[in-house]
């Protein structure tokens, strides 16, 4: 049966109208953080969504869940790993509950400062622990950042160890850092960042430990009267999918988003760093007191829990971490 020249046109246009739609066709991926929009979270994330979508011609959009709207970091993660949520960027607060090895990081005094913690997660150190999750059913894209924490609470200007005892310190659900809190006499009480601001308002608990990057975008100066500048633990954050999703994902999509991550994590550092520059004059000019430390003294007062940490962590990888240059 022969077709007219009408139909032939017909056909091919239509053949062609499904190619580019095929061509066309976007998967929308979920993700969510516990962070604002505005915050240092929400710099890294959407910068990623953006390079994301450019790089794969549109087949790869994110859809954006900030402050909390999907639950807490440990709820999304669960998410991510059953396949229900397909991104998060998180602290690694609840991420050793998942990836033993992430701990490490989260030692008190194990950096020196910014270069130092930056150098140690971009070598060999930081890829190593993140070659660890996709026998999780995860995969760590990449580190991504929060900063050194620093103690605020409603009660005192914490200027030595000994002003930290009995205070109720609200810390991520981690046992590093509770084990530091312990040893510094204080009760750590775990809780998800998105209960944290009532917390404080209605005096559950004392005060928390946060980086000035998280203390800012989530206001938690508003309703603590002192900000000490402990700096006591740097904070990584980790930008992670379902390992499912990412197994469907062709290999020139995933150097994209590979590549998409290194541009998110320059845009996520320097939003840590204007936070950094800036964000005291914020917290000061609310009414909030904020006062420097002798950090040596709480490094002295927390030298007893390294006696656990070298023991689950090994005295070796820790010493590597501490003599990166």
């Known amino acids: ?55 794969t011609n549109g087949r790869y959009k994110l859809q954006y869940f900030p402050a909390g709207a999907l639950g807490g970091e440990r709820e999304m993660l669960e998410a991510v790993q059953l396949g229900t949520q397909d991104l998060i960027i998180t602290s690694t607060g609840p991420v050793g509950n998942f990836v033993a090895e992430t701990r490490i990081v989260d030692i008190p ?48 200007a914490i200027k030595t160890p000994d002003d930290l005892k009995a205070l109720k310190i609200r810390t991520m659900e981690n046992k590093v850092h509770m084990e530091a809190f312990k040893a510094l006499g204080s009760l750590p009480t775990p809780m998800n960042m998105n209960e944290v ?82 964000g005291i ?4 000019k609310a009414g909030t007191l904020v006062n420097k430390v002798d950090t040596t003294l709480f490094q002295k007062a927390v030298a007893s829990a390294y006696v656990q940490y070298n023991k689950d962590y090994g005295e070796a990888n820790i010493k590597k971490i501490i003599d990166v240059k």
């Open 197 to 278: 601001f009532t917390a404080l308002q209605t005096g559950t608990v004392d005060g928390q430990e946060n980086p000035i990057p998280v203390i800012l975008a989530n206001k938690l100066y508003t309703v603590q009267k002192y900000v000490s500048l402990t700096s006591h633990v740097y904070s990584p954050a980790m930008l992670i999918i379902n390992k499912g999703l990412w197994d469907k994902i062709s290999a020139a999509d995933k150097t994209a988003f590979y590549e998409a991550a290194k541009i998110a994590l320059v845009a996520n550092r320097k939003k840590v760093n204007d936070d950094e520059a800036n």
């Open 109 to 156: 005094f194990l950096f020196r400062d910014y270069a130092h913690a930056r150098k140690v997660l971009d070598g060999p150190i930081g890829k190593d622990i993140l070659s660890k999750f996709p026998a999780k059913g995860l995969v760590a894209i990449s580190w991504m950042e929060n900063g050194f924490r620093h103690v605020t609470n409603s009660k005192r």
């Open 281 to 284: 004059a914020v917290i000061e």
């Open 1 to 55: 049966m022969k077709l007219s020249r009408l139909a032939v046109q017909l056909i091919a246009v239509l053949g062609l109208s499904i190619s580019s739609f095929a061509a066309q066709a976007q998967t929308v991926l979920k993700v969510g953080w516990t962070n604002t929009m505005d915050s240092h979270y929400g710099v890294g994330i959407t910068t990623f969504g953006d390079e994301v979508a450019k790089r």
